[in-house]
C-alpha cells in the first residue's frame, strides 16, 4: 500500500474518516439555470467521488444573490437550492462520504451583470480589481471589473445573517458541516486585506478590525452548527483576484490565534504556490509554504491544499505540517482518486477546457480506473 500517513484514519469534528484525502471545494458551473439549484447531473458527480469515506468539500456556494460573480454557480438561499442539495447529499451519504458545504460571497470579484438589478458589486470599500485582470458579464463579454459599491457599516449585520442562513439552510440540506469562504480575494479576504479594505469603521483599520467580519460570520455558522462541524478557508500569501496583504504574517497570525479559541472542525489552508490555479496552470516559484508557517500557531486539525502529488501529501502529513491535504484538480479528472493513489494507478489527466460549465463531459464522464482494462 502506497502513502500510509495519508491512507490513516482521522477525525474531523465528529466523523471519523478513513483517510485523509480530501476533496477540495471546486467551482464547476453546472448548476440548473435560472434557479440556480443543484440538478441530477451534480448529485451524480459528487457521488462518484465519494466512495472511499472522505470528506468532501462541496463548491463554493453563495449565501445572497449578491454573492456571484459567474454563471451557474449554484447558491444556498432559495428553498429550491435546498433541495437540489439535499439531493447530492443523499447521494454523497449512500457512498459512505461526509461532505461539507463551502459557504461564499464574491464581493468586488463580479459584474453588475450578475447583480440584482444590474447594480454594482459589494465590497468592503470603492477600490476595483486590477485593469491588468478581466472577467466575463453574464452575456460573456470579457471586461475590466467595475469599481465596486463600498457596503455601509449598516450593511454588515445582513452579510453576517445571510452567512448563517446560509449555515441553517446547509443543514437543512442534510450537509454534515459548512466551511466558511475566506481566500482567494472573495468578501472575507477583501475585509482582511489592507488594499481592499480602506474603511475607517470597526470593520476597517487595524488587523484586528479587518479580521472581525470573518470571526463574525464563522460565530454566527458556529451557533448554527456547534464549532466541531464548522471549518474555514484562508489563503495568506495568495495572489488570487488581485488579492495579497503586503505583509500577510501579522494579519494571519491574528486572524488565526482568534480562530484557535473555537475549537473548528479545522482549519483550511490554499498554499501560494497554487494560487489562482483555478484560471490557470500556476506555479507561484519561492513562495512561502502556508501550512509550514502557520501550522505552529494553528491548534486544530490543519488541511492544506495546492499542488500535491501522493508523495507531497504524505511527506507533509509524515512531517507534521498538515494533518490532512485537499486535491483539486486532479480529484475532477479521477472520481477514485484516493483508490488510484493508494494502489499505484496511473491518474487521468484533466481538461482544463472543462472546468466550467457544460454538461458531463469533463464532468461525469472521467472513469474510474478500471484494473481489467488492457493497458
Ligand atoms: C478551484 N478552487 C476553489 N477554491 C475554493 O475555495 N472554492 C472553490 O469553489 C474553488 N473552485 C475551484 C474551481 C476549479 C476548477 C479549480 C481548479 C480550483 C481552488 C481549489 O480548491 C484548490 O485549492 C486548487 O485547485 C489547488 O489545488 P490542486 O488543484 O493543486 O490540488
Known amino acids: 500500500m502506497n502513502f500510509p500517513h495519508l491512507f490513516s484514519p482521522l477525525k474531523v469534528g465528529p466523523y471519523q474518516l478513513r483517510h485523509r484525502l480530501v476533496m477540495a471545494p471546486l467551482t464547476r458551473m453546472r448548476a440548473a439555470r435560472p434557479s440556480l439549484a443543484p440538478r441530477p447531473l451534480n448529485a451524480e458527480y459528487y457521488a462518484q467521488r465519494a466512495t472511499q469515506g472522505g470528506l468532501i468539500i462541496a463548491e463554493a456556494s453563495p449565501v445572497l444573490a449578491t454573492g456571484f460573480g459567474n454563471p451557474g454557480v449554484p447558491g444556498i438561499y432559495t428553498e429550491q437550492q435546498v433541495d437540489g442539495w439535499r439531493s447530492v447529499v443523499n447521494a454523497v451519504h449512500a457512498k459512505g462520504g461526509v461532505i461539507f458545504l463551502q459557504l461564499w460571497h464574491v464581493g468586488r470579484v463580479s459584474h453588475s451583470s450578475f447583480q440584482p438589478g444590474g447594480a454594482l458589486p459589494v465590497a468592503p470599500s470603492a477600490v476595483p480589481i486590477s485593469p491588468d485582470l478581466k472577467t466575463m458579464t453574464a452575456d460573456g463579454k470579457v471586461v475590466a471589473y467595475e469599481t465596486p459599491r463600498a457596503l455601509l457599516t449598516s450593511e454588515i ?7 448563517r442562513q446560509g449555515a441553517r439552510n446547509a443543514m437543512a440540506a442534510g450537509f454534515d458541516g459548512v466551511e466558511i469562504h475566506g481566500a482567494n480575494g472573495y468578501l472575507i479576504e ?13 470593520y476597517g483599520g487595524g488587523i484586528e478590525n479587518r479580521s472581525r467580519l470573518l470571526r463574525e460570520i464563522t460565530q454566527a455558522a458556529i451557533e448554527v452548527w456547534g464549532a466541531n462541524r464548522v471549518g474555514v ?15 500577510p504574517m501579522p494579519l494571519y497570525t491574528h486572524a488565526i490565534q482568534s480562530l484557535n479559541p473555537l475549537g473548528l472542525a479545522y482549519l483550511h489552508f490554499i498554499e501560494p504556490r497554487s494560487s489562482g490555479a483555478g484560471r490557470a496552470e500556476v506555479d ?4 512561502p509554504s502556508a501550512m509550514v508557517l502557520f501550522r505552529p500557531v494553528w491548534k486544530g486539525i490543519l488541511i492544506s491544499a495546492g499542488g500535491f502529488t501522493g508523495d507531497t501529501a504524505d511527506a507533509a502529513i509524515a ?18 482518486l484516493p483508490h488510484r493513489l493508494q494502489r499505484g494507478f496511473p ?4 481538461n482544463r477546457a472543462t ?21
Do not use: C, W
Not at 449585520?157 to 452567512?163: D, K, Q, R, T
Not at 491518474?347 to 484533466?350: A, E, G, Q, S, V
Open 157 to 163: 449585520p445582513g452579510i453576517v445573517e445571510a452567512f
Open 355 to 375: 472546468f466550467y460549465g457544460g454538461e458531463e463531459k469533463g464532468y461525469t464522464d472521467y472513469p474510474a480506473y478500471d484494473e481489467m482494462a488492457p493497458a
Open 347 to 350: 491518474l487521468t489527466p484533466y
Open 190 to 202: 477583501q475585509f482582511l486585506q489592507s488594499r481592499s479594505n480602506l474603511r475607517t469603521d470597526q
Open 319 to 336: 512531517a507534521g505540517h498538515a494533518d490532512a491535504i485537499a486535491f483539486g484538480r486532479i480529484f475532477i479528472s479521477n472520481p477514485d
Open 233 to 247: 478557508r484562508l489563503s495568506p500569501y495568495g495572489v488570487a483576484n488581485d488579492s495579497g496583504e503586503a505583509d
Open 284 to 287: 507561484h516559484q519561492n513562495v
